[in-house]
């Protein structure tokens, strides 16, 4: 059975993302800062097809998330950011020609676009017809495996509030970010019920893992 | 020196408290499954004159928030709730004859009201000149011991903001609240910075430390 697998850096006080995205800035104002404890990481020098690099309590946790992967699923602010249609010649998100991804990507958007493929098995599919469509689609795709729920905020959201999400592993990133984009906003009291499968003290993060339901 | 040192127990979403607080419910709705992990332990069990109980990775954290402090500031709201003048006859609070304090604690309110002598050397001293004094008096009191910072929201989150706080250790319980008492509300980014010292996985729980500055 394939399980939908949210895993996000959040900051202590629960944001993502920081204020005013932009193309420049896709993580927001201060946002990139979530993520600096991944950054070092052998992990992800290799991502970017570079050596060299740390391994610490990270890298096992950054392991287990990628294992048994089979198909991602992203809001559009996380693939390339804009609103509206896609217009004759629309940009190609900023993951570049050879995204980190290696299987098929589904885009949550209100704009219909033909899949894009990349190089290295990536291939974006957009998605206009919902939350539960692309699920279905990732599922298929997916082949057995998991899907890795990705972000944003909004995304992410919506499939908590559907009671979509089977596991959370959540990076918590020791900054006070006070505004931005808010992970478990919009749910109500009982839409989750957690259990706590493990936490990892990691230079510079928390990683914990939560079964739903 | 003395340390001013915030522990205390929010939900994954950020909330040290539901909504609805009462004098039946001080913790408001939900509030008080955050401190589920915390009820089994000797510790708990000892606070309240009784024996047995387990210990666990949690026990460890406990006895280190318990260690070198020498006075506690709390919000009106932790002693024993209401709001406007005490009145005659006031209440003694919802923490019973013999508090599990053992020393002074400084009561944040805007109402006057003669000091508290309780049994087993708590003393509720009730502060109505600000965060500042309550801290300076504290401070006297403490004899070069450390204070524990121990809630509610609004209290912490005016010491966080006027930069006063010198450690937190934070235990993420593994509930979705989606609404209370939120902490770290109010704050502006760059307000604190944060260095992530430890972080311990317990039953049900997870206690995050970080030193400000």
Known sequence: MSNLRLSITMSLDGYVAGPVQSEENPLGVGGMELHEWFFPL????EMHGEQGGETNASSSVVDERRAN?????????????GTGPWGDDPWRGWWGEDPPYHHPVFVLTHHAREPLEMNGGTTFHFVTDGIESALAQAKDAAQGQDIWLAGGASSVNQYLAAGLVDELDISIAPLIM??????????????LKLTQIRAVDAPGVTHIKYQVG
């Open 42 to 45: 052998n992990a992800f020098r």
């Open 178 to 191: 006070a505004a931005g984009e808010r992970l478990f906003e919009g749910l109500r009291r009982g839409d």
């Open 69 to 81: 992967i089979g198909a991602t699923i992203m809001g559009r602010n996380m693939f390339g950011g």
